[in-house]
């Protein structure tokens, strides 16, 4: 498929679901009337439910999305490993307990930007580990026992506080939080995490030739005249600043940041630098359309979106680890 | 001159690799890298394409001091061609190929008709042409080394230091590669490649540098370089030395 018309298409999708987004829940809101109603009578129930209901949580599902694939396809480009995502090697549980320290303590009530802070010091620290642990060229099986380590001694951290929490309600939000959600976000939500998330893309900008150059091993790409070490700075600091504020605002979405650019890889040929928007594209999509898909799915109490993610992507990635055996014989 | 090293000397976790080396590229000259494994040849290559740094010495490219080049213009003049490089993704031969022009775009150019040009005209010229929609993935082993030599080539460097390009290849394409190697290195360019088969080094090259343990033993003409004693000397090999229109060495027996 041709590049463009595969952005043109990606593109389209996400319009299409961010609108759908806007439109579906307990109370179907026919998106023209209800814009209509919304710039003529601000207050109206109408209004209300689009304004501070939907767009806010349409808004954060598209820049959670777009950060988790675009952080997926920079940290895989990077350590030239299909199986590297910050999910799967730990750097979204390190933010995970950066935020959970915060809100088991409460200190957020007092300083909003302590939750995004130290979710992003979390996320810093984590990476910063997998390279230090990894080194230089990251083999699968390093990769993926550093993951496993790092995300089991987060998980173990996690737990002691969800242990300690004062009260069962307060263990509650902890662990709904845990599992990745978007319901009940503001905007004001939405405008903490927006800089951080716009910093972390920026870094990202004009690194396509450096993962290219990658491809063919990290000596041969400073011969090409990349900075590796400043590139992988790069990508360390964009991870660490928009997943930092995106698992602040809405918890560990799983599996988006490893299945995303592994299922659109081959339709922009392997290229690790088309692969960046593409991901980006295609990480919105599928937020928003888990999030579309827990609001429509019948249950009793609300289904969090990081589950879906999670039930959908495990199975994917299983079949995905079949089907390359079977490539490679 | 395009690369002037003078008493190079590097180690690594306490042990010397590489002690008191000095060698010089002259335009149009191809140098070959001999001595049994161990010797440092890949060693010292990965110093001169700027891997690495040396503890003692110093490397000149075209006169200036290699640490002093900026990255991007380095990779314009110089190419290094890595012993059975890696190829990560299974991108296809002619976008392989294509990575050996980034030295020359800026972060958002994307190939130009001169970049076209010069990646053709290599595919073309290391045989290629054939397998460039290709994945690079499925190629086989000479096929592969020939994609990565002419990743290598598409940059039209100065300098080419290729370590051991001819490993994989069958006979045919030996000859071919090296008559492309000793090809390039006329007019402005040079070239230095680790080799093994020292009847084709003696056929193609120049100047040969016989590494033993991180030393150089021996340097000059090929005739100068290999003769009996020295090869039994280095390589504890006796061998049967003759020199025509085309040289032949061959192994014996190893020395007792």
């Known amino acids: 498929m041709r590049y463009s018309l595969l952005v043109a298409l990606l593109s389209a999708l996400v319009l299409t679901l961010f609108i759908s987004s806007l439109m579906i829940g307990r109370n179907p809101l026919p998106i023209w009337q209800a814009a209509q109603a919304s710039l003529h009578d601000t207050s109206s129930i109408v209004a209300i439910i689009l304004t501070e209901i939907r767009l806010p949580r349409a808004l954060i599902g598209l820049s959670v999305g777009a950060t988790l694939g675009l952080c997926g396809a920079a940290m895989q480009g990077l350590l030239r490993n299909p199986l590297a995502s910050p999910d799967l090697i730990g750097s979204a549980s390190g933010a995970a307990l950066g935020a959970i320290i915060v809100l088991y303590y409460g200190w957020q009530a007092n300083f909003s930007y302590l939750l995004p802070l130290a979710s992003m010091v979390g996320a810093l620290l984590t990476t910063l580990l997998i390279f230090v642990l990894t080194g230089r060229s990251a083999g699968i099986t390093t990769l993926i026992l550093a993951g496993v380590a790092i995300n089991a001694l987060m998980g173990a951290m996690m737990s002691l506080l969800l242990n300690l929490a004062p009260s069962p309600y307060a263990m509650r939000e902890l662990v709904l939080w845990t599992l990745g959600d978007l319901t009940d976000r503001s905007m004001d939500d939405f405008w903490l995490m927006l800089p951080f998330t716009v910093l972390g893309w920026l870094l990202l900008l004009g690194i396509g030739h450096g993962l290219r150059a990658l491809s063919l091993g990290e000596q041969t790409a400073s011969t090409l005249g990349v900075q590796t070490l400043w590139l992988r700075w790069r990508i360390l600091l964009a991870i660490a600043f928009a997943l930092g504020a995106a698992v602040a605002t809405t918890g560990m979405i799983g599996f988006v940041g490893l299945v995303v650019p592994h299922l659109l890889r081959p339709l922009v040929q392997y290229d690790p630098a088309r692969l960046l928007p593409v991901s980006a594209l295609g990480g919105a999509a599928l937020v928003l359309a888990a999030d579309i898909g827990v609001r429509l799915i019948p249950s009793e109490s609300t289904l969090q979106v990081g589950v879906l993610t999670a039930l959908v992507g495990a199975p994917f990635f299983l079949h995905l680890i079949l089907r390359s055996r079977y490539e490679q014989i | ?256």
């Open chain 2, 1 to 256: 001159m395009l690369i002037h090293a003078h008493n190079l000397s590097f180690s690594y976790a306490q042990q010397t690799v590489l002690d008191d080396i000095s060698l010089s590229l002259q335009a149009g000259q191809l140098i070959g890298l001999i001595g049994p494994n161990g010797a440092s040849k890949s060693t010292l290559l990965k110093l001169l394409a700027g891997l690495y740094k040396p503890q003692q010495g110093d490397i000149q490219l075209l006169g200036k001091p290699l640490s002093a080049w900026p990255a991007r213009e380095r990779g314009r003049v110089l190419a290094w061609l890595e012993q059975q490089g890696a190829i990560h993704w299974p991108l296809s031969v002619e976008r392989l190929v294509a990575l050996g022009r980034l030295p020359h775009l800026t972060p958002w150019q994307t190939i130009s008709a001169v970049d076209e040009a010069a990646i053709e005209h290599t595919l073309e010229a290391t045989n290629v042409l054939h397998l460039r929609k290709r994945s690079a993935q499925t190629l086989s082993g000479g096929e592969r080394s020939r994609v990565l030599l002419a990743r290598a080539l598409a940059g039209q460097p100065r300098v080419l230091l290729a370590d051991e390009p001819i490993a994989m290849l069958d006979l045919a394409h030996q000859l071919q590669i090296m008559q492309l190697l000793r090809d390039i290195a006329q007019g402005e360019a040079g070239v230095i490649v680790v080799l093994h088969d020292l009847s084709l080094a003696a056929r193609y090259c120049d100047q040969l540098y016989l590494l033993q343990q991180g030393r150089v033993v021996a340097q000059g003409t090929p005739p100068q370089v290999l003769t009996e004693a020295l090869l039994r000397k280095v390589y504890g090999v006796e061998c049967a030395i003759q020199w025509g229109h085309i040289p032949s060495i061959t192994a014996l027996y190893p020395v007792p």
